[in-house]
């Protein structure tokens, strides 16, 4: 008996160092679900609405999941990342005109990051957001810069501070005691109110399902890839990475779905209507004490801190890939900057920025999808990890409610209704 349970023990543990050797690329990516552009859409959305955006959440994370899949998928299968992939299929323009649009969402992607950590040293310890701006851009190139050392540095780095902001939110949503029957019911039954809801819906989902990353993860997964492997390793490979993001999209899930909770549960039922991201933080000491304001302070520094490092190395991926434009990091860094330092020194509400910023991604988000299909449906690139009918048809399901929400949010805007 004794011998059969140290067997049973030896190959548990086994399984258990195969996996962690897989662990990681999700990790990165799942930063990006939890970057302060959630903490502004997930806000306004909880303030305003109550629990009743929390399914846009459930939602959001599903298609995020299987987007994700699919990524890892294309690059353990055809050994080159997403836009690689499209510069080897489509033509020169179309690969221009996808490039634009993605630097243009990257673009929108940063913003938000940086705000998010330049806020976070704001708000945490009073720095001029100006400064706080500079040392956000400083504190990010180090995170990229470890890179040098191997990736599974950085993924060590922004693991630690995806950490950071669950035990933050764990402790938030502790304070704040919400009503879980509530958000048990709006988890499960859609609800859109008026055009201010379809346009925050719009954001959460250009905060979750993100452009940026769907390119990045089919990038991460080379560090794991053999270019001998064969079928049977890409396989098991692809069924490592599926656990992978399955164990980082629900934890960035738990986080996402605690922001709105949160939110709803602390300003909403105090009738407080949130504007800003300082509004979020000062008004938390008061309703739900000392310690609330300051896990809301470090979850926010933390998000910005490693989503603006993930934004970098999503950066390099896209224009490396469509068009091999190989531009130093320094000055790729200093372009994204701009745009956030122009809106800390024109005093622009931030908040305001970067729900905008979020809803702008998910119009980008049709571009990195359509492509991705496209070349996972296909048997002569992809082999025996090609698409299933059902994966193709759940796919251009998920681009269609996509480019529907896109297009309602357009109509409305048209029409004055939000």
């Known amino acids: 008996m004794d011998k059969k349970r140290d067997i049973k023990s030896t190959r548990s543990l086994s399984k258990i160092r195969q996996l962690l050797k897989f662990l990681g690329p999700a ?20 303030s ?3 629990y009743t955006l929390v399914w846009v959440i459930l939602w959001s994370n599903l298609m995020a999941i299987f987007l994700q899949c699919m990524s890892a998928k294309l690059g353990i299968a055809t050994g080159h990342n997403l836009p690689e992939m499209c510069s080897i299929i489509f033509s020169k323009k179309v690969n221009w005109f996808l490039w634009i649009c993605a630097e243009f969402a990257a673009m929108a992607t940063d913003l938000a990051e940086f705000l998010g950590g330049t806020l976070g040293l704001y708000l945490l310890f ?13 504190i990010t190139y180090i995170i990229v810069y470890l890179e040098k ?33 509530d958000v048990g019911i709006h988890a499960l039954v859609p609800m859109l109110p008026n055009g201010q809801a379809v346009l925050i819906a719009v954001g959460m989902l250009g905060a979750t399902v993100m452009p940026h990353v769907i390119y990045l993860h089919s990038q991460l997964v080379q560090n794991r890839n053999n270019s001998n492997d064969s079928t049977a390793q890409k396989l098991r490979h692809l069924k490592m990475e599926r656990i992978d993001i399955a164990v980082a999209m629900n934890i960035a899930f738990i986080v996402n779905g605690a922001m709105v909770i949160v939110s709803a549960a602390v300003f909403y039922r105090n009738g407080m209507v949130v504007d800003t991201i300082e509004q979020a933080h000062k008004s938390l000491e008061p309703l739900a004490g000392y310690l609330s304001s300051g896990a809301f302070g470090i979850a926010l520094l933390a998000s910005g801190l490693s989503s603006s490092a993930v934004g970098t190395l999503a950066g390099q991926t896209i224009m490396k890939g ?20 122009i809106i800390i020194c024109l005093g622009v509400n931030p908040m305001k920025a970067l729900v905008i910023s979020q809803v702008s991604l998910s119009f980008a988000l049709p571009l990195a999808i359509i492509p991705m299909i496209l070349i996972t449906g296909r048997r002569d690139l992809m082999g025996e990890l090609v698409n299933r009918p059902l994966t193709k048809v759940v796919g251009w399901i998920i681009t269609s409610v996509i480019i529907g929400l896109n297009a309602i949010l357009l109509f409305l805007t048209f029409t004055g209704s939000v």
């Open 27 to 46: 990790f990165i990516i799942s930063v990006a679900y939890i970057d302060p552009g959630n903490f502004a859409t997930n806000i306004s959305g909880g």
């Open 48 to 50: 305003v609405f109550n």
């Open 126 to 138: 009073g720095i001029p957001m100006i400064y706080a701006g500079l040392l956000t851009g400083v």
């Open 149 to 181: 050392y191997g990736q599974r540095v950085v993924e060590a780095i922004i693991s630690a501070l995806v950490a950071v902001i669950c035990i933050a939110y764990s402790i938030e949503l502790f304070i704040a005691k919400p009503d879980w029957r």
């Open 322 to 341: 469509f068009v091999n434009l190989n531009i130093p990091l320094n000055v790729r860094r200093l372009i994204t900057m701009t745009p956030a330092m």
